[in-house]
């Protein structure tokens, strides 16, 4: 008789588990989440403008070249979208292949260029002269947005 | 019930070995007393659990804040076959950038005496200078920045021509 009321009274009570079970999908889905935005855009400790006036992207279609400092004022990494480039040259040569395919397709490209704060400025602008001669035209500077500061 | 007891204690003192079934047995004595109330009280108490649980929930949602809000500011670089555009009247605005190693820049507007002390300054006089006759949103804002200024203090004075309302920003050659 005792053992029997024993397991009767262990089964009284709310079932947690399945909700147990849905709070812990939910936040492994928010960790995986979280990851995936970061890794998908470049961290780049972007600059912070005083006042910023950086608003939301607004265009047809967006390149985003992403330009990762070292640390010392150098470049570390470069990216053109997805693809890393290995130098200037390489990364010249991606544009220049973006820029006509997207030419063939008839769309106009914008280029969203995310460059880390503390790289010299020489090593930036020779990016923008090669995006001006490759012919593009909308170059966007992507900088940290006021709303995040304090 | 004291017999009981007293027979338990026994047992756990004879037999070394079985000791842990006997334990087990002790330890459910005090729920047999207060059988009424024991029922309710053996389900597992999973109020901490939750409580943790919403907390690691809350925290990860407003850990994915932290991640920093990124704008862009537009631009637009002058265009190989521009050259048929109409003679500017007036000279565009040039912005001097000057290095001091790793600090803020040294800014200075060409032709002009007065030299901003920060960004702030800059972005207000630039909207001053496009109320005087002869400039408008479209007179050219040109940044001269040294070599090896950090990228950072460029973008700072190019939101500050943005922020006076200037259409026309470029980046000056070497």
């Given at each position: 008789m005792t053992p029997r009321r024993e397991r009767t009274g262990r089964q009284v009570g709310f079932n947690m588990t399945p909700m147990i079970d849905v709070v812990f999908l939910l936040i492994i889905f928010f960790m995986i989440v979280s990851q995936v935005v970061t890794s998908e855009a470049e961290l780049v400790q972007l600059p912070r403008p005083t006042k910023s006036?950086?608003?939301?992207?607004?265009?047809?279609?967006?390149?985003?070249?992403s330009m990762v400092g070292d640390?010392?004022?150098?470049v570390a990494r470069r990216k053109v979208g997805p693809s890393v480039a290995r130098d200037e040259e390489e990364l010249a040569s991606m544009l220049v292949e973006t820029h006509r395919v997207a030419r063939e397709r008839g769309e106009r490209l914008h280029v969203v260029l995310r460059a880390d704060r503390?790289?010299?400025?020489?090593?930036?602008?020779?990016v923008i002269g090669m995006i001006s001669d490759v012919g593009l035209e909308f170059v966007d500077i992507a900088a940290e947005a006021e709303s995040t500061r304090d | 019930m004291v017999t009981d007891g007293k027979a338990k204690m026994a047992g756990e003192q004879t037999h070394g070995p079985a000791g842990k079934a006997r334990d087990e047995s002790t330890v459910a004595t005090p729920r047999k007393r207060r059988r009424p109330a024991a029922g309710a009280r053996l389900t597992l108490n999973l109020v901490p659990m939750i409580d943790i649980v919403f907390l690691l929930l809350i925290f990860f949602l407003v850990?994915?804040?932290?991640?920093?809000?990124?704008?862009?500011?537009?631009?637009?670089?002058?265009?190989?076959?521009?050259?048929?555009m109409l003679p500017v009247p007036v000279p565009p605005i040039q912005i001097d950038l000057a290095s001091t190693n790793g600090d803020a820049p040294e800014i200075?507007?060409?032709?002009?005496?007065?030299?901003?002390?920060?960004?702030?300054q800059l972005a207000t006089m630039l909207a001053q200078i496009q109320r005087e006759p002869?400039?408008?949103d479209q007179t050219p804002v040109v940044l001269q920045a040294d070599e090896e200024l950090a990228w950072d203090h460029v973008v700072n004075a190019y939101n500050a021509a943005v922020r006076a309302k200037y259409k026309n920003i470029i980046f000056g050659a070497e």
């Open positions: 006036q950086a608003g939301e992207f607004r265009g047809p279609r967006k390149l985003t070249i640390g010392q004022g150098g503390n790289i010299e400025f020489r090593h930036v602008r020779g | 850990g994915t804040r932290f991640i920093t809000a990124e704008g862009v500011l537009p631009g637009r670089l002058p265009h190989q076959d521009a050259q048929q200075t507007i060409a032709g002009r005496t007065a030299t901003p002390a920060n960004f702030e002869g400039y408008d």
